[in-house]
């Protein structure tokens, strides 16, 4: 069953955030993982503060969407974080076919 991580993200500092975006790119194609939202305008319609950038990145698995997590290659990624930007990061598993 499909897996996802969705991210809601401030960024800090824009050099860092497109270091960061492109190496986590690369990372999540290792892993099978495919962008279904990345960044473009979000509106807020019901309730909490306005919406902020918003990534949800699907993958085949929750068991590949951690394994990628916890990977070397995205460790690369995790390293520029830091500076890069803030976030909250959500893992949920998808909903089981009809």
């Given at each position: 069953m499909a897996a996802y991580?969705?991210?809601e993200v401030e960024v800090r500092d824009l050099d860092s955030m497109e270091r960061y975006r492109n190496c986590?790119?690369?990372s999540i194609a290792l892993y099978g993982g495919r962008y279904l939202v990345r960044g473009g305008p979000a509106e807020t319609v019901e309730g909490?503060?306005?919406a902020k950038t918003l990534i949800i990145v699907e993958f085949p698995s929750m068991a590949r969407l951690r394994?990628?997590?916890a990977s070397a290659e995205y460790a690369v990624a995790l390293?520029?974080?830091w500076n890069a930007l803030d976030?909250?990061?959500i893992f949920v598993e998808g909903a089981a076919p009809a």
């Open positions: 991580v969705i991210s986590a790119a690369r909490g503060p306005p394994e990628w997590y390293n520029e974080r976030r909250r990061l």
